[in-house]
């Protein structure tokens, strides 16, 4: 899209608004796409534009949602329940059942109060839910190594649950690899571990990199997707 475009779109409909490249957008996510091993799945939280669910839901195969009001959003444009990862921190039970009601298979835990509303809400419809339990980075979001292992020590007593993984988010618009690198490695220990000292053979790892996309010309993804290419053999 170019000025010409631009300009053209802003005399129609005045200004501010906001203008979305969909070409340009399939393009960025093909290069992405081609960086990253065929067994390393994408997935779009949308709570960075909703307005992109239209494009996004062909080009990654999980769309997060962190809230009741982004359920409801991916309802309304008729995405596919079993598409959709329900994340967030404060899902109270009344979110939970709501979302299994509308067909949501997959959920993390964010703690262990959601641990317990996930299995008793799955017991109630006599069905078992794949969640993953997500571990902090550090801050008040997730839960520290003590909940994240008793999880496991007891995941026979909420039988209503299936632990697939881990879910690690670190933040965003991060502009140096060296922290990236260092959580890939103790994702990857932490696996090991999991498998050597319980038993416990993870399926699945979410993992939120925070990598940063400032604005760039859109047709030279170089200078943009370098730190991508440089982290997508640990990513495999």
């Known amino acids: ?29 093909r290069a992405v796409r081609e960086m990253l091993a065929p067994s390393v ?76 509303l996930i299995d008793e809400a799955a017991q109630k419809r006599g069905r078992i839910y794949p969640v993953l339990l997500r571990l902090t980075a550090g801050s008040q979001f997730g839960m520290d190594e003590r909940d994240f292992f008793a999880a ?12 697939e993984g881990i879910h690690y988010f670190s933040g965003t618009q991060r502009k140096k690899l060296d922290g990236q690198r260092k959580e890939l490695t103790m994702l990857a220990e932490l696996v090991s571990r999991l498998k050597a000292e319980y038993g416990f053979e993870a399926v699945r790892v979410e993992y939120g990199p925070g990598l940063y996309f400032p604005y760039f010309n859109h047709e030279d993804h170089s200078d943009t997707l370098a730190p991508l290419r440089e982290l997508a053999p640990d990513l495999e």
């Not at 475009?5 to 960025?28: H, M, S, Y």
């Not at 496991?152 to 632990?163: F, K, Q």
Request: aromatic share 6%; net charge negative.
């Open 1 to 29: 899209m170019d000025n010409q475009q631009l300009a053209a779109i802003a005399g129609r409909f005045g200004t501010p608004c906001f203008v979305f490249d969909e070409t340009a957008l399939e393009k960025r996510m």
């Open 41 to 116: 799945a994408l997935c779009y939280s949308i709570k960075a534009n909703p307005f992109l669910i239209p494009a996004m839901r062909s080009l990654v195969g999980t769309l997060e949602v962190c809230s009741p009001g982004e359920l409801e959003i991916c309802m309304k444009q008729g995405v596919a329940p079993d598409t959709i990862l329900f994340s967030g921190v404060n899902k109270t039970r009344e979110d939970i059942e709501r979302a299994m009601d509308c067909g949501v298979t997959r959920f993390t835990c964010e703690s262990p109060l959601h641990i317990r």
């Open 152 to 163: 496991l020590d007891h995941r026979a007593d909420t039988p209503g649950i299936r632990i």
